[in-house]
T-cell receptor
């Protein structure tokens, strides 16, 4: 299974754009890249998923370079409510077990 | 239902007692996962059910832990002879079908073993 590496924590301020980069050097050809968000006392929630290039939805954008060895989650104009832990996952396949590391703890300051 | 439902939301028990945690996945979802999360830590995989296949139990930490899924729907995670180190949030997630489909999580059961 592809291992992911992402920063343990990040700080930002309201209104700023936040970019969280995840490294996955041994990503397999069929692997997808998926990001989840977790608020305190809740289970993780799906944010976005991509395979290559760029994906955008109403919450975030996901940038994936051609070699797919990393990906960047971009949160535009964050607010205090974006304070959460963000997890990067890589994988797919018949016996896929999503592996959540410690994620990136994002704190948004006023 | 509208989402994944877990019960109870909180469980306090004494060391040595058995506990049962319940998960109601989204109707029609064939895959079901159990994870646990200790304070400030990531999610630790416990067990995975996929349709009628034998479950993947590779994440269960000891033989005190077991889980079943009846009728391909509701799942119960049982912890026998609970220990203080079992204290954690136990999260259940379900997935529709294809392995790159997103997981839907419940809010978890906070287990405290005194």
């Amino acid at each position: 299974l592809a291992k992911t590496t992402q920063p343990i924590s990040m700080d930002s301020y309201e209104g700023q754009e936040v970019n969280i980069t995840c490294s996955h050097n041994n990503i397999a050809t069929n692997d997808y890249i998926t990001w989840y968000q977790q608020f305190p006392s809740q289970g993780p929630r799906f944010i976005i998923q991509g395979y290559k290039t760029k994906v955008t939805n109403e919450v975030a954008s996901l940038f994936i370079p051609a070699d797919r060895k990393s990906s960047t989650l971009s949160l535009p104009r964050v607010s205090l409510s974006d304070t959460a832990v963000y997890y990067c996952l890589v994988g797919t396949g018949g016996s896929y077990i999503p592996t959540f590391g410690r994620g990136t703890s994002l704190i948004v300051h006023p | 239902g509208a989402g994944v439902s877990q019960s109870p939301s909180n469980k306090v028990t004494e060391k040595g007692k058995d506990v049962e945690l319940r998960c109601d996945p989204i109707s029609g979802h064939t895959a079901l996962y159990w994870y646990r999360q200790s304070l400030g830590q990531g999610l630790e995989f416990l067990i995975y059910f996929q349709g009628n296949s034998a479950p993947d139990k590779s994440g269960l930490p000891s033989d005190r832990f077991s889980a079943e899924r009846t009728g391909g729907s509701v799942s119960t995670l049982t912890i026998q002879r609970t220990q203080q180190e079992d204290s954690a949030v136990y999260l259940c997630a379900s997935r529709a079908g294809q392995t790159n489909e997103k997981l839907f999580f419940g809010s978890g059961t906070q287990l405290s073993v005194l």
